[in-house]
Nanobody, 127 residues
Framework: QVQLVESGGGLVQAGGSLRLSCVAS????????MGWFRQAPGKEREFVAAISWSGGRIYYADSVKGRFTISRDNAKITVYLQMNSLKPEDTAVYYC????????????????????WGQGTQVTVSS
């Protein structure tokens, strides 16, 4: 099994920044594409960003393009989400997800592509 643990969430004012981290562990974790999703209260879970194992393919939701950056350090088995210029509408629980495949299907935006999920970390942006 694969375990994913997110960290780095918190309370920040609008315009501020946060960096989320997702550390993966488990014998079967090897060359996995990764993604970030979020879910706001009363809303469905939505795609935020995805990155292939090599880092050669990266995709973002339109709502975060130019503000968020996804990256990974395979030596540390960690994926990051740098979030700048945060807005109140970015408030949500952010989830890290891993696919068994090193590649992304399409833009990696479909939750069904991912086989493992973390417990989530809360991000709250105040106005």
């Amino acid at each position: 099994q694969v375990q994913l643990v997110e960290s780095g969430g918190g309370l920040v004012q609008a315009g501020g920044s946060l960096r989320l981290s997702c550390v993966a562990s488990g014998r079967t974790f090897n060359r996995n594409a990764m993604g970030w999703f979020r879910q706001a209260p009363g809303k469905e879970r939505e795609f935020v960003a995805a990155i292939s194992w090599s880092g050669g393919r990266i995709y973002y939701a339109d709502s975060v393009k130019g503000r968020f950056t996804i990256s990974r350090d395979n030596a540390k088995i960690t994926v990051y989400l740098q979030m700048n210029s945060l807005k109140p509408e970015d408030t949500a629980v952010y989830y890290c997800a891993a696919s068994r495949s090193p590649l992304l299907g399409g833009e990696g935006s479909a939750a069904k592509e991912y086989d493992y999920w973390g417990q989530g970390t809360q991000v709250t942006v105040s106005s």
